[in-house]
């Protein structure tokens, strides 16, 4: 089964761990990681659930920030 963005799924057989924050940006304390006993299924779409989270940073502030921080920046590259 392929994942599609805006659908709503159900994950069985997921283990919940620690958020090792040096590798992501998520700000949440823990992770769900999966296996190939885990079970995917579609399921009603719920409109509670919220969509993407970001928290970007102005670029005039990174010179600011603590290094190795990971941060959300969205810009526009014109040639």
Known sequence: MILEENKVFNFKSGQ???A???FTSIKNDFCITF???TEITPASNDN???GKGYNFTKLSSVN???QSQTIDVIGVVIK
Do not use: F, W
């Open 48 to 50: 509670r659930i919220k």
């Open 35 to 37: 296996s190939d006993h």
């Open 16 to 18: 919940v761990k620690m």
């Open 64 to 66: 600011e920030l603590i």
């Open 20 to 22: 090792n924050k040096k």
